[in-house]
């Protein structure tokens, strides 16, 4: 496919068929996928490509009581997991949360996915630019989400769907030793791929026009 035209037709795919997708498709993308940008070449991701059913089952169960964590908060009509519920404000306990079964059919059904990857990122060599500021530290995923950004745009010019779903990183402990993670690895997202059971091209979202402004935060929009 024309970049541009993956670049707009790929969304976040959650009901897939259950056809196969061969492991040299899985290859295929990942060796597009590696040529990402990242902070001084250090290449900090790690892939796990859950295949094993347990393993899978595994993964489902942690999936499960993150998407419950996330519907606590949207009962309450809340940003899940929002920075001003950083360190300990949240208005419902993990346990809580974990507690209230929340029937998703996506959720569910989680391991029966075709592809599962478990993306990993090697903490010790993140260049953090904003770890000084009072504020919620974003920067250090600039060396790992570009790859999997790469990852999702390559599964669809495969033919297929995806969704980057960080839900689990909520269980990232618990995940620990169940797929050997060392300290020095932390999670940064289940990459789902497979072929969907509906193909959608039409995505919505907001014009340049409302998003890029020149010289000033309020100055005059970016037009053509």
């Known amino acids: 496919m024309e970049l541009y035209d993956v670049m707009r037709t790929t969304p976040a795919v959650r009901d897939y068929l259950r056809d196969p997708v061969p492991d040299e498709v899985v290859y295929r993308i990942l060796d597009n996928a590696r040529f990402s940008v990242n902070g001084s070449n250090h290449q900090p991701w790690r892939v796990i490509v859950v295949q094993d059913r347990a393993q899978r089952e595994h993964l489902r169960d942690h999936y499960v ?6 519907w606590a908060y949207i009962d309450q009509g809340l940003r899940p997991f929002a920075p001003e519920f950083a360190g300990g404000d949240a208005p419902i306990t993990r346990e809580e949360a974990h507690a209230k079964e929340h029937p998703d059919a996506f959720a569910d ?3 029966e ?30 060396s790992v989400y570009p790859f999997v950004q790469n990852i999702l745009l390559g599964a669809r010019n495969e033919g297929l769907g995806s969704l980057l779903a960080t839900l689990v990183v909520r269980q990232e402990e618990e995940l620990r030793p169940i797929f050997d993670i060392p300290d020095t690895h932390a999670i940064a997202a289940v990459v789902a791929i497979g ?3 509906k193909v959608i091209t039409r995505l919505s979202r907001r014009p340049v026009e409302e998003f890029a402004h020149i010289d000033r935060f309020d100055g005059p929009p970016l037009t053509p």
Request: hydrophobic share 45%; glycine share 12%.
């Open 113 to 142: 996915v075709p592809v599962l990857l478990l993306v990993l990122v090697e903490l010790g060599v993140l260049s953090v630019t904003d770890n000084h500021l009072d504020r919620q530290s974003f920067v250090g995923g600039g």
């Open 195 to 197: 072929k969907p059971r």
């Open 65 to 70: 009581l993150g998407f419950r964590e996330s």
């Open 109 to 111: 059904s989680f391991h």
